[in-house]
């Protein structure tokens, strides 16, 4: 595929995640014209914003008014507090061993159990502080993360004329959103959830927060958005199938340059292990990344494409640390040549298949050893 020439693109010297701000926008307004305009928008920015640059996600969001972000960890909330994020902030998995800086930085605990629960009380009465706002997190078939709906009335006795602590919402998370054959299940974990809703509401007797949907939960069940949707991968540019894909725009692309070139005569082999051996006279390009970057051994061995000069090119032998070798025999190109690792031009779905593995294992994998440039 050809790029358009007028794409603002940042020109590879060496590997690099091109951040593309505007596609964000674009996937943002999108996301946000599935839903209603009073229903909140949570950004999903844990594990370096999936991948990319949580910071420079977080701002650009959050100047675009986004309402709330999710990190997983305390440290993940930690950096975006630093670094100048105001907006509301739900920490999705904390550990107790971080609950006085979740405090501290003002983050928001998802509470998933009884025993994190009394232990987040502890540590907010010992620090002082009056109607903390936390999210309670209710399991309803996902059976990964969350308080049983028959918990509820220990949850009620634990808070109750606690002065220390506000449930501000209730949250579920969902187990297949994205799976037309799973409907059933997705509708029976709503019933429950909304089973939940009903009981807290009678119990805490006071207005919160209702979350539940991720990307393919906004797309596929917006009914059921209550007061907020919480989203990732979809503001990333993916969403988890073809037609909404299409919609959107890939805020990542990894690209790198030729490093060297070489005829391999036929009869030789490439790369360690020797696990390609070429049987006709064949012209291979060694390029500056590898396992260590998050393209694992998966990616070897002719079952994956990357992008040169628009043209489709196989990754050949092993993949090494830092490099990967592609055969280029019937690709115009020279050393220095830019090279589309998957993003713009190539779909990270699609890469992505040829190791069984998905968009969010490939993106999230991505090392910080990669330079971040932000367009
Ligand atoms: C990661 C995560 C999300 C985001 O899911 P996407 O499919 O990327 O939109 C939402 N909610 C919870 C609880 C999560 O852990």
């Known amino acids: 595929m050809v790029q358009s020439k007028r794409m603002k693109m940042a020109k590879a010297e060496e590997t690099i995640l091109e951040i593309d701000l505007k596609a964000l926008s674009h996937n943002y307004t999108f996301l946000r014209s599935k839903i209603k305009p009073e229903t909140k928008f949570m950004a999903v920015v844990k594990a370096y914003a999936y991948g990319s640059d949580s910071l420079a996600i977080a701002k650009h969001l959050q100047d675009l008014g986004v309402d709330y972000f999710a990190v997983a960890y305390v440290n993940e909330g930690i950096v975006l507090r630093k670094g100048g994020i105001t907006t509301p902030i739900l ?3 904390p550990q107790k061993v971080h609950f006085q800086s979740l405090i501290e930085y003002q983050l928001e605990p998802s509470i998933y159990s009884i025993s994190i629960l009394s232990d987040f009380i502890t540590t907010a009465n010992e620090m002082g502080v009056t109607e903390y706002p936390i999210h309670l997190k209710f399991n309803t078939g ?3 993360l969350g308080f049983s709906a028959n918990e509820l009335p220990e949850i009620s006795k634990l808070i109750h004329q606690q002065q220390s602590i506000n449930v501000i919402a209730i949250l579920s998370h969902l187990a297949a959103t994205e799976d037309p054959n799973e409907t059933d299940f997705t509708t029976l974990q709503l019933e429950r959830f909304n089973a939940i809703c009903k009981k807290a509401d009678a119990i805490f007797k006071r207005k919160t927060l209702k979350h539940v949907l ?7 069940y917006p009914y059921a958005q209550y007061d907020m949707v919480r989203s990732g991968i979809g503001i990333y540019g993916y969403g988890n199938e073809p037609h909404i894909d299409i919609e959107l725009q890939p805020v990542m692309t990894l690209k790198t340059i030729i490093s060297q070139k070489h005829t391999i005569p036929s009869g030789e082999s490439v790369g360690y292990n020797r696990k390609y051996s070429a049987n006709t006279e064949t012209i291979t390009a060694t390029l500056p990344l590898g396992h260590a970057d998050g393209i694992g051994r998966e990616y070897g061995h002719g079952k994956t494409f990357v992008l040169v000069n628009g043209h489709k090119a196989r990754i050949i032998g092993n993949v090494c640390m830092d490099m990967i ?10 050393e220095g040549d830019e090279v589309i690792i998957f993003g713009k031009g190539l779909s990270a779905n699609e890469f992505s298949e040829t190791a069984n593995t998905i968009t969010y294992e490939l993106i999230t994998g991505l090392s910080q050893r990669i330079k971040r440039i932000i367009i």
């Open 91 to 93: 920490v999705l998995h």
């Open 325 to 334: 070798m592609i055969d280029v025999t019937s690709i115009e190109c020279k």
């Open 142 to 144: 996902l059976n990964r």
């Open 214 to 220: 991720n990307t393919s939960g906004i797309i596929n």
